[in-house]
């Protein structure tokens, strides 16, 4: 069972994934058909490919998402090493952190993808902290009504 504080993280990453998925098709007239497709630690490109591997890339993210989104919704087939001392808070904090981990993805991603569509990281910061604002204060203050219950 996965909590409402969980769902709300996971509808984060995927709205971070349709905004750039959005971008993307709209801007995709206008990309070259070669990018870069990696840098170097130094932050030279040494990779190109076509701009096809855009969506290969969104579908790779909405597949991950999609798989967290699993293996945090059935916690009873996960494969722990050792034995918690109380079972259902642990559950509750690792389905957190698998709800965040797909945030940090999708914001990796979509930095790659708005990269490519000439976005400065001021506007990339100002795209992901308006798309992600909104819910991390819905969580903060349903966390809050929660705790005092």
């Given at each position: 069972?996965?909590?409402?504080k ?10 971070v ?7 993307l ?57 050792f ?12 389905g ?5 981990l ?29 798309i992600l604002?909104?819910p991390m ?13």
């Open positions: 069972m996965i909590s409402i969980v769902k709300i993280l996971f509808a984060m990453s995927l709205s994934l349709f905004t750039y998925a959005g971008l098709y709209l801007n995709y007239d206008n990309i070259p058909e070669t990018i870069p497709t990696h840098i170097n630690f130094k932050g030279e490109i040494d990779g190109y490919g076509n701009k096809i591997q855009l969506w290969i890339i969104s579908l790779v993210n909405l597949f991950l998402l999609l798989t967290i989104y699993l293996v945090a919704k059935f916690p009873k087939y996960w494969n722990i090493p034995k918690p001392k109380n079972l259902v808070v642990f559950q509750k904090n690792v957190v952190i698998m709800g965040i797909p945030i940090l993805l999708s914001c990796a991603i979509s930095t790659m993808i708005l990269f490519t569509l000439k976005y400065s990281a001021t506007e990339m910061l100002r795209l992901l902290f308006s604002i909104l204060l819905f969580v903060v203050l349903f966390n809050e009504k929660a705790d005092s219950k």
